[in-house]
Antibody, heavy 125, light 112 residues
Framework: QLQLQESGPGLVKPSETLSLTCTVS??????????WGWIRQPPGKGLEWIGS???????YYNPSLRSRVTISVDTSKNQVSLKVSSVTAADTAVYYC?????????????????WGQGMLVTVSS | DIVMTQSPDSLAVSLGERATINCKSS????????????LAWYQQKPGQPPKLLIY???TRESGVPDRFSGSGSGTDFTLTISSLQAEDVAVYYC????????FGQGTKVEIK
């Protein structure tokens, strides 16, 4: 059974960089049929897609966050990482890692079929 | 960006009754060459991550009870729970993946 687990600091100071890691178990991150994405959810609010990465290193970001976000992959560790720079209180959210189905024949990314449990990151001094 | 608008924001339904959630996209999510609607539905229970229920607007994910069904095309979509069970209390989200992925604001389903 595929499992995704987010980890990292739960508290980040304003203006600093938020860093999270998603460790995938029960399957290989190097499958060409998937992207690995990050989605966040502010407390009591809806879902916002942050970005996705393929094991090849191909990345796609939400334009609204692109200038502050970096997503990377480490296939040797079966991990995906997220960095969000210059954080403010508005970046306080539960951050989810999720697998996204990728149609290689059409080069299109679709729905999210596996999700991690999520990690609450609070931005506060 | 494609804006997804769900209605209602919340609804209360009696056990065993039908629950209907609507999702409207600001532009069509029907991909012409495949004739597929790039829309998914998720269920999120308190303290849990979202769970994929439906994709391609009407294809049920493996293991999802058949009381959940999706319909619609173009810009207007519906998630129906045919006979509400206690374990269906949750927030439901639609997601389009035609363009940059966006989600609806969520619809909270409760027991009346």
């Amino acid at each position: 059974q595929l499992q995704l687990q987010e980890s990292g600091p739960g508290l980040v100071k304003p203006s600093e960089t938020l860093s999270l890691t998603c460790t995938v178990s029960g399957g290989s991150i190097s499958s060409g049929s998937y992207y690995w994405g990050w989605i966040r959810q502010p407390p009591g609010k809806g879902l916002e897609w942050i970005g996705s990465i393929h094991y090849s290193g191909s990345t796609y970001y939400n334009p609204s966050l692109r200038s502050r976000v970096t997503i990377s992959v480490d296939t040797s560790k079966n991990q995906v990482s997220l960095k969000v720079s210059s954080v403010t209180a508005a970046d306080t959210a539960v951050y989810y890692c999720a697998r996204r189905y990728y149609d290689t024949s059409r080069s299109q990314r679709y729905y999210f079929d596996y999700w991690g449990q999520g990690m609450l990151v609070t931005v506060s001094s | 960006d494609i804006v997804m608008t769900q209605s209602p924001d919340s609804l209360a339904v009696s056990l065993g009754e039908r629950a209907t959630i609507n999702c409207k996209s600001s532009q069509s999510v029907l991909y012409g060459s495949s004739n597929k609607n790039y829309l998914a539905w998720y269920q999120q229970k308190p303290g849990q991550p979202p769970k994929l229920l439906i994709y391609w607007a009407s294809t049920r994910e493996s293991g999802v009870p058949d009381r959940f069904s999706g319909s619609g095309s173009g810009t207007d979509f519906t998630l129906t729970i045919s006979s509400l069970q206690a374990e269906d209390v949750a927030v439901y989200y639609c997601q389009q993946y035609y363009g940059i992925s966006t989600f609806g604001q969520g619809t909270k389903v409760e027991i009346k």
